[in-house]
T-cell receptor, first 113, second 111 residues
């Protein structure tokens, strides 16, 4: 069966510090991968998606970046965090023949102070 | 991309049937309609997916009219544990693999 994991689960970082959130998928190959962010009490904002290794599409210009160094690994990064980067970050995968069925990780809660 | 519109919130009581409607006027021919449930501090969980007419599984039913410009998620006999945010998502291969959620509907089930 397929599984998705992301870490760390919780992170408290000072403004201006770097960020690295990692997501891995097991049990499937060539998945579509997604990073979403959810601010407190708000909906899901699509940040990045990837259809293959090294292929990243960005939905919202910001100080975040994403990379896909391996087929089932998706990394969200920042060189300098802003207060507005605080939120709940969710990684998700979908089959390459995507019809909208997403499978989400456990989430990473980031607090920038 | 098909944009979705849902009510911001709904209240219900235990044992009632709840119907949440989502509007997606510019849905594309190859788009599917998928509903998710999200509890606080958790990722959304797939509930049901459909393309047209009616789909039913062990937890919900999904009604899609012939024009597919809307869909209705039906939860039979809700319980307190059904209190959550419900999202409607429209997407498919033609969406370029971008899957954008709407604002969701916050359902509060009262005793």
């Amino acid at each position: 069966s397929q599984t998705i994991h992301q870490w760390p689960a919780t992170l408290v970082q000072p403004v201006g510090s770097p960020l690295s959130l990692e997501c891995t998928v097991e049990g499937t190959s060539n998945p579509n991968l997604y990073w979403y962010r959810q601010a407190a009490g708000r909906g899901l904002q699509l940040l990045f998606y990837s259809v293959g290794i090294g292929q990243i599409s960005s939905e919202v210009p910001q100080n975040l970046s994403a990379s896909r160094p391996q087929d089932r690994q998706f990394i969200l990064s920042s060189k300098k965090l802003l207060l507005s980067d605080s939120g709940f970050y969710l990684c998700a995968w979908a089959r390459d023949s995507n019809t909208g069925e997403l499978f989400f990780g456990e989430g990473s809660r980031l607090t920038v102070l | 991309l098909a944009k979705t519109t849902q009510p911001i919130s709904m209240d219900s009581y235990e044992g009632q049937e709840v119907n949440i409607t989502c509007s997606h006027n510019n849905i594309a021919t190859n788009d599917y309609i998928t509903w998710y449930q999200q509890f606080p501090s958790q990722g959304p969980r797939f509930i049901i997916q459909g393309y047209k007419t009616k789909v039913t599984n062990e937890v919900a039913s999904l009604f899609i009219p012939a024009d597919r410009k809307s869909s209705t998620l039906s939860l039979p006999r809700v319980s307190l544990s059904d209190t959550a945010v419900y999202y409607c998502l429209v997407g498919g291969p033609n969406a370029g693999n971008m899957l954008t959620f709407g604002g969701g509907t916050r359902l509060m089930v009262k005793p």
